[in-house]
């Protein structure tokens, strides 16, 4: 039997999907497969690893190997993803830079790269879209104004995705899906609409699935989600997830330094003279009380 190597780009009901590395981009199949018993007990097979499979015939196969993961997110739950684009919409729902930079700190947990879309940038004005911008690209991030209903941005993202595993995450409403029709018509992603009772979008992607770029590379579209659970960080370890930060803590009078409390902080003044925004150090700090508590709890 031929032994394939491949992507699990989705797993339902007890079954793996699996494209294998000799499928051309745009090919709609793909192997429906189970683990083999070994396989099956030793790990939970996920999106986004890549196996070794034994096809069956044209339709099926038996996964015989998961290859180690580079990496894996808990939340979406996805391996080996090569950057998160994060989209955050203008308006409708409104900005919420919080929110962002939440997602921001778990994609530098699993030192991923970083593009945030800032969507529906038509509902702004040009001003405000620019004043967005400069809250993530003073911290170090790459930033790109998109609009799904007149192609906005649609050359600039399509290369940014090409020959990658990309996770498209954000909270409901952002417009994620919309993105991924636009930068590939035919992916066939149901779009949501905003719920005007409660200003949030409806959860239209149900399950996390990788979907073929025909430049090469995958993206995940995964379901919409309004929090992020902070794991896998220390309190005394939080600064270095910022990347603004770099550079600065090292001047601080106090070595251990958490740039809260203590006198003579070097980060605290590089907000107070503009280096560092207000609004990326005042998250920084919820965050840090936030984990500050949970080993509280932890530990008691």
């Known amino acids: 039997m031929n032994v394939l190597q491949g992507v699990v780009i989705a797993s339902l009901s007890g079954f793996c999907y699996v494209r294998t590395d ?48 580079k990496n894996q997110l808990l939340r ?11 989209v955050m919409a203008i308006k409708n729902p409104d900005l919420n ?21 800032l969507n529906k940038c038509d509902l702004a004005a040009p001003k405000e879209v620019k004043a967005a911008a400069r809250h993530f690209e003073a911290a170090g991030y790459r930033v790109l104004a998109t609009e799904a209903v007149h192609n906005v941005g649609q050359r600039r993202l399509r290369a940014l995705l090409a020959g990658r595993i990309s996770v498209v995450a954000g909270p409901s409403g952002a417009g994620k899906s919309a993105l991924l029709n636009m930068v590939e018509p035919g992916f066939g992603l149901r779009t949501g609409s905003i719920s005007e009772k409660i200003g949030r979008g409806k959860h239209t992607t149900r399950h996390t699935s990788l979907h073929a770029l025909k430049a090469g590379g995958f993206v995940a579209d995964t379901p919409g989600f309004t929090q992020l659970d902070i794991v896998g960080v220390s309190a005394v370890d939080l600064a270095s997830y910022f990347r603004e930060f770099a550079g600065m803590a ?19 003044a590089a907000v107070a003279d503009g280096t560092i925004r207000s609004e990326r150090y005042e998250h920084y700090t919820h965050f840090y009380q936030e984990l500050i508590d949970q080993e509280k709890r932890r530990f008691h």
């Open 250 to 268: 090292d001047q601080c009078r106090f070595r251990g330094c958490v740039h809260v409390s203590e006198p003579n902080c070097a980060i605290k």
């Open 97 to 117: 830079l919080y929110l962002a930079d939440r997602f921001l700190l778990q994609a530098e947990t699993q030192h991923l790269d970083v593009l945030v879309c």
């Open 76 to 86: 979406p739950v996805i391996a080996n993803v090569d950057q998160v684009v994060i």
């Open 22 to 69: 000799d499928e051309v981009a745009d090919a709609v199949e793909s192997l429906e497969c189970k683990p083999r018993g070994k396989v099956k007990f030793a790990d939970r097979i996920i999106v986004g690893d890549r196996v070794a499979v034994t096809r069956i015939d044209e339709k099926t196969g038996i996964i015989e190997k998961i290859f180690p993961r």
